[in-house]
């Protein structure tokens, strides 16, 4: 059964740091896996992937302060959150088996989700 257990989340204060991880029962190798978020009210929105060659992509409100990476020895996923701001506030979901990247209809496995909440 194919399984992804995101951590890490918690309430940081503007300007703050976080990492999230995300645990898999398998590696997704030659596909997409990613991280998006979805806040109160507003569509779900995706954050970073990493692509089946290896290359990332990054939505344009996280570049620069995020960073997506893999540890294929342990299947894990990880978002090293950076520069945090109170536009961040959400509910953060990892995904995988994509055919594209910032695309949450094309995944086929998420996690539940781990909140981030940011405060001024």
């Known amino acids: 059964q194919v399984q992804l257990v995101e951590s890490g989340g918690g309430s940081v204060q503007a300007g703050g740091s976080l990492r999230l991880s995300c645990a898999m029962t398998?590696?997704?190798?030659?596909?997409?896996i990613g991280w998006f978020r979805q806040a109160p009210g507003k569509e779900r929105e995706g954050v970073a992937c990493?692509?089946?060659?290896?290359?990332?992509g990054y939505s344009g409100s996280v570049e620069g302060r995020f960073t997506i990476s893999r540890d294929n020895a342990k299947n894990t996923l990880y978002l090293q959150m950076n520069s945090l701001n109170v536009e961040d506030t959400a509910m953060y979901y990892c995904?995988?088996?994509?055919?594209?990247?910032?695309?949450?209809?094309?995944?086929?496995?998420w996690g539940q989700g781990t909140q981030v909440t940011v405060s001024t």
């Open positions: 995904a995988a088996s994509g055919t594209a990247c910032l695309n949450g209809d094309t995944y086929r496995y």
């Open positions: 398998r590696n997704f190798y030659g596909t997409y």
């Open positions: 990493i692509k089946p060659r290896g290359n990332t």
